[in-house]
């Protein structure tokens, strides 16, 4: 896996991505604080509108398996 400061170097988007939040910071947009706080909300309804699959069942919860 690629370190961050690798990332940063060799992926565009990532790049992109990193400058535009740095930005916003800098811009007094938002905090940095506020920024973990919504790309952690975002993760959050990710997997809310996205749920991952789960390799049991319902029954198996219900029985004390999993």
């Known amino acids: 896996m690629m370190k961050m400061h690798e990332r940063y170097m ?29 790309a952690m909300l975002a993760q959050i309804r990710y997997e809310e509108i996205k749920p991952r699959q789960t390799a049991f069942t319902i029954e198996d919860i219900q029985r004390g398996k999993v």
Not at 10 to 26: E, T, W
């Open 10 to 38: 060799n992926d565009p988007k990532f790049h992109a991505l990193v400058d535009m939040i740095l930005s916003v910071i800098m811009n007094g947009e938002f905090t940095p604080t506020e920024i973990r706080e919504a």
